[in-house]
Protein backbone atom coordinates (compact mmCIF):
# COMPACT_ATOMS: atom_id res chain seq x y z
CA UNK A 1 0.00 0.00 0.00
CA UNK A 2 0.74 3.46 -0.60
CA UNK A 3 2.51 5.64 2.39
CA UNK A 4 1.08 8.81 3.14
CA UNK A 5 2.42 11.74 1.22
CA UNK A 6 5.67 13.78 2.68
CA UNK A 7 5.35 16.76 4.97
CA UNK A 8 6.36 20.04 2.62
CA UNK A 9 9.10 22.10 4.66
CA UNK A 10 6.43 25.02 4.01
CA UNK A 11 4.06 23.40 5.45
CA UNK A 12 5.24 22.51 9.07
CA UNK A 13 4.51 25.36 12.05
CA UNK A 14 7.48 25.97 14.10
CA UNK A 15 6.98 27.32 17.76
CA UNK A 16 8.60 30.06 19.28
CA UNK A 17 9.50 28.07 21.97
CA UNK A 18 12.16 26.22 19.54
CA UNK A 19 13.83 29.19 19.93
CA UNK A 20 14.46 29.80 23.50
CA UNK A 21 17.86 27.74 24.25
CA UNK A 22 19.29 29.68 21.70
CA UNK A 23 18.44 33.04 22.60
CA UNK A 24 18.80 32.80 26.27
CA UNK A 25 15.29 32.81 27.41
CA UNK A 26 14.62 35.95 25.62
CA UNK A 27 13.26 35.59 22.12
CA UNK A 28 12.75 38.70 20.26
CA UNK A 29 10.20 36.93 17.89
CA UNK A 30 10.49 39.52 15.26
CA UNK A 31 13.63 38.53 14.94
CA UNK A 32 13.13 34.93 13.77
CA UNK A 33 11.24 35.55 10.61
CA UNK A 34 13.92 36.23 7.92
CA UNK A 35 15.79 33.44 9.87
CA UNK A 36 12.88 31.08 9.39
CA UNK A 37 12.17 32.05 5.77
CA UNK A 38 15.94 31.46 5.09
CA UNK A 39 15.50 27.96 5.86
CA UNK A 40 12.48 27.01 3.88
CA UNK A 41 10.22 27.20 6.79
CA UNK A 42 7.04 29.36 6.17
CA UNK A 43 4.89 29.11 9.47
CA UNK A 44 5.36 30.23 12.97
CA UNK A 45 3.29 30.17 16.37
CA UNK A 46 3.93 33.03 17.93
CA UNK A 47 4.21 33.15 22.19
CA UNK A 48 3.02 36.32 23.69
CA UNK A 49 4.38 35.12 27.15
CA UNK A 50 7.26 35.82 25.48
CA UNK A 51 6.87 39.74 24.83
CA UNK A 52 7.40 42.05 27.92
CA UNK A 53 5.91 45.26 25.59
CA UNK A 54 2.97 43.37 23.98
CA UNK A 55 2.12 46.31 22.01
CA UNK A 56 5.52 47.21 21.08
CA UNK A 57 6.31 43.71 19.98
CA UNK A 58 3.65 42.85 18.06
CA UNK A 59 3.66 45.81 15.97
CA UNK A 60 7.45 44.78 15.40
CA UNK A 61 6.84 41.27 14.34
CA UNK A 62 3.65 42.90 11.91
CA UNK A 63 6.27 45.47 10.28
CA UNK A 64 9.19 42.69 9.86
CA UNK A 65 6.43 39.86 8.33
CA UNK A 66 5.29 42.70 5.66
CA UNK A 67 8.34 41.44 4.13
CA UNK A 68 8.77 37.91 5.20
CA UNK A 69 5.40 36.69 4.64
CA UNK A 70 4.68 34.02 7.00
CA UNK A 71 2.40 32.33 8.34
CA UNK A 72 1.60 33.16 11.48
CA UNK A 73 -0.35 31.40 14.55
CA UNK A 74 -0.91 32.95 17.80
CA UNK A 75 -0.35 31.50 20.74
CA UNK A 76 -1.83 33.60 24.07
CA UNK A 77 -1.48 31.19 27.07
CA UNK A 78 -3.81 32.45 28.82
CA UNK A 79 -7.52 31.33 29.73
CA UNK A 80 -10.67 31.63 27.99
CA UNK A 81 -12.82 31.41 31.02
CA UNK A 82 -11.33 33.59 34.08
CA UNK A 83 -13.25 32.41 37.54
CA UNK A 84 -15.79 30.50 35.66
CA UNK A 85 -16.53 32.92 32.96
CA UNK A 86 -15.11 35.16 29.88
CA UNK A 87 -13.92 37.84 30.32
CA UNK A 88 -14.79 39.62 26.99
CA UNK A 89 -12.87 42.76 27.29
CA UNK A 90 -9.76 40.61 27.97
CA UNK A 91 -10.55 38.15 24.97
CA UNK A 92 -11.25 41.20 23.00
CA UNK A 93 -7.74 42.55 23.54
CA UNK A 94 -6.21 39.19 22.37
CA UNK A 95 -8.08 39.25 19.33
CA UNK A 96 -7.27 42.67 18.76
CA UNK A 97 -3.35 41.18 18.88
CA UNK A 98 -4.07 38.51 16.72
CA UNK A 99 -5.96 40.46 14.08
CA UNK A 100 -2.51 42.75 14.00
CA UNK A 101 -0.52 40.33 13.43
CA UNK A 102 -3.26 39.30 10.45
CA UNK A 103 -2.61 35.75 12.35
CA UNK A 104 -4.66 33.00 11.18
CA UNK A 105 -5.56 31.48 14.38
CA UNK A 106 -5.03 32.02 18.01
CA UNK A 107 -5.25 29.51 21.33
CA UNK A 108 -6.23 29.80 24.48
CA UNK A 109 -6.09 27.56 27.59
CA UNK A 110 -9.69 26.94 28.50
CA UNK A 111 -9.71 27.86 32.23
CA UNK A 112 -11.99 27.54 34.47
CA UNK A 113 -15.32 26.59 32.86
CA UNK A 114 -18.16 24.88 34.33
CA UNK A 115 -21.37 25.58 32.31
CA UNK A 116 -21.99 27.70 29.32
CA UNK A 117 -23.94 30.89 30.16
CA UNK A 118 -26.24 32.51 27.54
CA UNK A 119 -24.19 35.77 27.74
CA UNK A 120 -20.97 33.49 27.04
CA UNK A 121 -22.70 31.57 24.46
CA UNK A 122 -23.12 35.12 22.41
CA UNK A 123 -19.98 36.23 22.63
CA UNK A 124 -18.55 33.11 21.28
CA UNK A 125 -20.70 32.47 18.46
CA UNK A 126 -19.74 36.46 17.63
CA UNK A 127 -16.15 35.76 18.33
CA UNK A 128 -15.03 32.29 16.77
CA UNK A 129 -17.40 32.27 13.55
CA UNK A 130 -15.17 35.30 11.82
CA UNK A 131 -12.31 34.52 9.22
CA UNK A 132 -9.80 34.12 12.52
CA UNK A 133 -9.90 30.50 13.31
CA UNK A 134 -10.29 30.56 17.65
CA UNK A 135 -9.03 27.53 19.12
CA UNK A 136 -8.48 26.41 23.05
CA UNK A 137 -5.48 23.70 23.74
CA UNK A 138 -5.60 21.30 26.62
CA UNK A 139 -3.01 22.32 28.83
CA UNK A 140 -0.67 20.77 31.56
CA UNK A 141 -3.37 21.84 34.03
CA UNK A 142 -5.85 19.79 36.13
CA UNK A 143 -9.17 22.57 36.28
CA UNK A 144 -8.57 22.95 32.27
CA UNK A 145 -6.53 20.50 30.99
CA UNK A 146 -9.08 17.23 31.36
CA UNK A 147 -10.57 15.90 28.00
CA UNK A 148 -13.99 15.57 29.62
CA UNK A 149 -14.17 19.40 29.93
CA UNK A 150 -13.17 20.25 26.93
CA UNK A 151 -15.27 17.91 24.88
CA UNK A 152 -18.41 19.31 26.81
CA UNK A 153 -17.62 22.82 25.75
CA UNK A 154 -16.85 21.82 22.05
CA UNK A 155 -20.01 19.82 21.43
CA UNK A 156 -22.42 22.54 23.11
CA UNK A 157 -20.44 25.27 20.80
CA UNK A 158 -20.62 22.85 17.68
CA UNK A 159 -24.02 22.30 18.30
CA UNK A 160 -24.82 26.25 18.47
CA UNK A 161 -23.29 26.65 14.91
CA UNK A 162 -20.15 28.12 16.99
CA UNK A 163 -17.18 26.92 15.16
CA UNK A 164 -14.74 26.99 18.18
CA UNK A 165 -11.71 24.84 17.71
CA UNK A 166 -8.83 22.73 19.31
CA UNK A 167 -4.76 22.46 19.25
CA UNK A 168 -4.51 18.80 21.01
CA UNK A 169 -0.80 19.01 22.37
CA UNK A 170 0.10 15.28 22.44
CA UNK A 171 1.98 15.21 25.41
CA UNK A 172 0.46 17.58 27.85
CA UNK A 173 -2.15 14.36 28.59
CA UNK A 174 0.61 13.18 30.71
CA UNK A 175 0.72 15.86 32.96
CA UNK A 176 -2.79 15.73 33.84
CA UNK A 177 -2.73 11.87 34.01
CA UNK A 178 -4.64 11.27 30.85
CA UNK A 179 -5.25 8.33 28.32
CA UNK A 180 -3.55 11.11 24.77
CA UNK A 181 -4.82 7.88 22.43
CA UNK A 182 -8.42 7.82 24.34
CA UNK A 183 -8.91 11.72 24.01
CA UNK A 184 -7.76 11.92 20.30
CA UNK A 185 -10.46 9.46 19.60
CA UNK A 186 -13.24 11.50 21.41
CA UNK A 187 -12.11 15.14 20.56
CA UNK A 188 -10.84 14.65 16.43
CA UNK A 189 -13.73 16.21 15.25
CA UNK A 190 -12.96 19.45 17.21
CA UNK A 191 -9.01 19.58 16.16
CA UNK A 192 -7.43 21.54 13.62
CA UNK A 193 -3.86 22.50 14.91
CA UNK A 194 -1.29 19.69 16.71
CA UNK A 195 1.74 20.40 18.87
CA UNK A 196 3.95 17.37 17.84
CA UNK A 197 6.42 16.64 21.00
CA UNK A 198 7.80 13.81 23.62
CA UNK A 199 8.01 14.25 26.97
CA UNK A 200 10.79 12.58 29.33
CA UNK A 201 10.59 11.52 32.54
CA UNK A 202 13.68 12.44 35.16
CA UNK A 203 13.56 12.00 38.81
CA UNK A 204 9.90 12.08 38.79
CA UNK A 205 9.55 15.30 36.76
CA UNK A 206 8.01 15.96 33.58
CA UNK A 207 9.39 18.02 30.48
CA UNK A 208 8.85 18.67 26.78
CA UNK A 209 11.84 17.65 24.50
CA UNK A 210 12.58 16.66 21.18
CA UNK A 211 10.81 13.46 19.28
CA UNK A 212 12.21 9.84 19.93
CA UNK A 213 13.69 11.93 23.32
CA UNK A 214 10.68 10.31 25.65
CA UNK A 215 7.64 8.26 25.94
CA UNK A 216 5.24 9.56 23.67
CA UNK A 217 3.83 7.79 20.60
CA UNK A 218 4.38 10.78 18.54
CA UNK A 219 4.49 8.94 15.30
CA UNK A 220 0.43 7.43 16.21
CA UNK A 221 -1.17 11.11 16.52
CA UNK A 222 1.19 11.85 12.76
CA UNK A 223 -1.09 9.14 11.39
CA UNK A 224 -3.91 9.34 13.10
CA UNK A 225 -4.08 13.42 12.48
CA UNK A 226 -2.91 13.22 9.19
CA UNK A 227 -4.05 16.39 7.42
CA UNK A 228 -4.18 18.48 10.02
CA UNK A 229 -1.91 21.24 11.01
CA UNK A 230 1.52 19.67 12.62
CA UNK A 231 2.93 22.32 15.18
CA UNK A 232 6.90 21.74 16.74
CA UNK A 233 6.65 22.30 20.19
CA UNK A 234 9.63 22.08 22.48
CA UNK A 235 12.90 23.75 23.01
CA UNK A 236 15.48 22.77 20.31
CA UNK A 237 18.97 23.82 21.91
CA UNK A 238 21.51 26.22 21.40
CA UNK A 239 21.25 25.17 17.35
CA UNK A 240 17.50 24.99 16.87
CA UNK A 241 17.57 24.59 13.19
CA UNK A 242 19.94 21.09 13.85
CA UNK A 243 17.33 19.91 15.75
CA UNK A 244 14.11 21.20 13.53
CA UNK A 245 15.59 19.44 10.75
CA UNK A 246 15.45 16.45 12.44
CA UNK A 247 12.25 16.45 13.47
CA UNK A 248 11.66 17.15 9.91
CA UNK A 249 13.02 14.44 8.57
CA UNK A 250 11.89 11.94 11.16
CA UNK A 251 8.33 13.39 10.74
CA UNK A 252 8.69 12.72 6.95
CA UNK A 253 9.89 9.00 7.62
CA UNK A 254 6.86 8.06 9.73
CA UNK A 255 4.22 9.34 7.54
CA UNK A 256 5.84 7.91 4.85
CA UNK A 257 6.32 4.28 6.66
CA UNK A 258 2.78 4.77 7.52
CA UNK A 259 -0.29 3.05 6.03
Not at 91 to 109: G, H, P, R, V
Not at 146 to 153: F, M, S, T, V, Y
Not at 166 to 172: A, E, P, Q, S
Amino acid sequence: MRGVANLLKEKLILNALAFKDANSGIVEQHRLLDWILSKGYRRLEIRREYMRNPSQEIALIAESNQKAQLELHYSVADKLFQDTYIDQSLIQDYMAEAKMLNAKSITFYLGDYRALSVKDKVFLQGLCNGSLAVLIENDQSLSGGKADKIEELLMICHENNIKLQMTFDIGNWIWTGEDAEKNALKLKPYVSNIHVKDVMIKDGCFSSTQLDGGIVDWKYFLKFFNGKNFILEYPCGMEPFDCIEHAYQLINEAMIESQ
